[in-house]
C-alpha cells in the first residue's frame, strides 16, 4: 500500500488554492457594495462574496441583554470567533466544501442550521476586521482597505441597521459613539497599513475597481494553464500503460457485441436505440453493483427449501454527470427502483477544453452511504470523471465506496482517473478512441 501511495498521480480541481480578496474597512464605508460590483464586472458562476457577519459569536443571556439594549460591542474583535472563521478559510483554500455558520441579529444567536461553500474560484472576504487576524492575512492572495468620511459611514450604517435589522435611530446613534467610532480608530484603521490597494469612495472608484478585477482575472488565467497542464502530464505519464485491475470490461459477448452494433448504427431508429441501449445500461448498473458490499443470508422458498445466498449491506446512491448521465437512469430504476440520486454538471469551457463545475446536488448524507455510482456514457479525455470522483471526495466519500460506470471510455481516460484514484472501480462496456466525440445522449434524448 505504501509503495502504491508513493506512486499515486495527483490531481488538483480548479478550484484548489481558491483566491481570497480580503475587504475591509469602517462600518457604512462600502464594503459589500464594493463586493457585489466586483462580482458583477467579473460575471463569473465561480466568486462567492463571505461576510464575516456570519462568524459573530452566539451570545449567552446576559451579552444577549446588552445586546439588545445596543450595549454591545460588536465591533470588538472578541465579538468574532476568528478560530471557526480561520478554520472555514483554510478548507475552502485546500478545495474542500466549508459549513458557514448563519447569525441572526434578530436573535442574537447563530441558526442551526448552515450554508455550504464549495468549489469557488474567487472568495470575497468582507467585513470590518477582514484584514486584522494574522492567521487569515496568510490566506489572503489580495488585500483591499475600502474609505469613506465618518458622515456617510453612519447614514449608511443607521439606513442599513433600520431597514435590514429592525433596530431604531437612537440604538444606532447610540452604537456609533460607544463602539463603532473608538474600535475604528482602535483596530480598523490600523489596517489601513497591511492592504494592497486603499479605495476611496467605494463603488465610484472605477480605477481601483479595475485593477482588481484584471488581478482577478489574471490569476484566474494562470489557475486555468497549470489545471490543463496537469491534465496533459497525466496523459502523457499514463497512456501506454495496461489498464488497472479496478477496470471491469464487460466480457464481449455475442449478445454484447449484436446490441453494440445496433446502438452505433446510424440507420437505428429512434425507438430501437432507446431500447437496446436501456438493455445495455442495465447490464452495466448490474456489474456495478456487484462492488456493493454483501453479507451472508439465507431465505424460505416457495417449495420449503432454504436457499444460502447474499444481501446487500448498506445504502447505495448515484450521482449523473448532466446530461448525458441522464441516459442510465431507467437502466438504474430497473436494478434499484429506491436509488436516491444526485447532479452534477460539468461542461468543458469552449475555449480552452478544461473542465467546469456549473451546478451540484448531492444526496443527503452521501458519505455515509455504503456506495456510490457514478454515471456517464462517455469517458473521453477523463477530465470529467476526475472531476466528479473529486467532488465526491471533498464531499467525504471513502475512494473505495465509488464505481464509475460508462458505456464507452478510452484507454488514457481510464488510465488517468486509475492513477489518481487507484482504489475507484469502473465499469465499462466498450474501449474506444481517444477523445471521441460525445454523440450517445444526442441519439438518446434526439436533440
Not at 135 to 150: G, S
Not at 243 to 262: D, K, P, Y
Not at 313 to 340: H, N, W, Y
Amino acid at each position: 500500500m505504501a509503495d502504491t501511495l508513493s506512486k499515486r498521480a495527483h490531481y488538483s480541481p480548479p478550484w484548489a488554492d481558491v483566491s481570497i480578496i480580503g475587504i475591509a474597512g469602517s462600518s457604512g464605508s462600502g464594503k459589500s457594495t464594493l463586493s457585489h460590483a466586483i462580482v458583477s464586472k467579473l460575471n463569473l458562476p465561480w466568486v462567492v462574496i463571505l461576510s464575516m457577519d456570519s462568524f459573530y459569536k452566539t451570545l449567552d443571556v446576559e451579552a444577549s441583554k446588552r445586546a439588545f439594549n445596543n450595549e454591545y460591542d460588536f465591533d470588538s474583535p472578541d465579538a468574532i470567533d476568528f478560530d471557526v472563521l480561520v478554520d472555514r478559510l483554510r478548507d475552502l483554500k485546500a478545495g474542500r466544501r466549508a459549513e458557514i455558520p448563519i447569525y441572526s441579529f434578530a436573535k442574537h444567536a447563530r441558526e442551526k442550521e448552515t450554508t455550504s461553500i464549495y468549489s469557488p474560484h474567487v472568495l470575497i472576504l468582507e467585513g470590518i476586521l477582514a484584514l486584522y487576524d494574522p492567521r487569515v492575512l496568510h490566506l489572503l492572495d489580495m488585500k483591499i482597505f475600502c474609505e469613506a468620511d465618518a458622515d456617510t459611514c453612519l447614514s449608511r450604517r443607521i439606513l442599513r441597521d433600520v431597514e435590514e435589522r429592525g433596530r431604531d435611530i437612537e440604538g444606532c446613534i447610540k452604537q456609533w459613539f460607544a463602539f463603532v467610532k473608538p474600535n475604528f480608530e482602535r483596530y480598523v484603521e490600523p489596517q489601513r497599513k497591511v492592504a494592497d490597494i486603499i479605495v476611496p469612495r467605494g463603488v465610484e472608484n472605477r480605477v481601483a475597481i479595475t485593477m482588481v478585477i484584471q488581478y482577478i482575472e489574471r490569476k484566474l488565467i494562470e489557475k486555468s494553464k497549470a489545471h490543463r497542464a496537469e491534465l496533459k502530464k497525466l496523459g502523457q505519464s499514463s497512456e501506454d500503460d495496461p489498464l488497472s485491475e479496478t477496470v471491469t470490461l464487460l466480457e464481449q459477448t455475442s449478445q454484447l457485441r449484436g446490441m453494440n452494433t445496433i446502438i452505433q448504427d446510424t440507420d437505428t431508429s429512434a425507438e430501437d436505440f432507446i431500447f437496446y441501449f436501456d438493455r445495455l445500461a442495465t447490464l452495466l448498473v448490474e456489474h456495478a453493483m456487484n462492488n456493493v458490499y454483501f453479507k451472508e443470508a439465507t431465505v424460505l422458498t416457495p417449495v420449503g427449501t432454504q436457499y444460502h445466498g447474499l444481501a446487500p449491506i448498506g445504502e447505495t446512491s448515484a450521482v449523473v454527470i448532466l446530461r448525458a448521465g441522464s441516459v442510465f437512469e431507467t437502466g438504474l430504476k430497473r436494478v434499484l427502483p429506491d436509488c436516491r440520486t444526485g447532479r452534477l454538471l460539468i461542461q468543458s469551457n469552449v475555449r480552452t477544453g478544461e473542465p467546469e463545475l456549473h451546478y451540484l446536488k448531492l444526496p443527503e448524507n452521501i458519505e455515509t452511504h455504503d456506495s456510490v455510482l457514478i454515471l456517464d456514457p462517455q469517458m473521453s479525455s477523463g477530465g470529467a470523471a476526475l472531476m466528479a470522483v473529486q467532488v465526491l471526495r471533498d464531499h467525504g466519500v471513502d475512494e473505495e465506496k465509488i464505481v464509475f460506470v460508462t458505456y464507452f471510455a478510452g484507454r488514457l481516460a481510464l488510465n488517468r482517473l486509475t492513477k489518481v484514484f487507484p482504489s475507484v472501480k469502473v465499469v465499462v462496456c466498450t474501449i474506444v478512441a481517444d477523445f471521441e466525440e460525445r454523440w450517445i445522449e444526442k441519439r438518446y434524448f434526439g436533440c
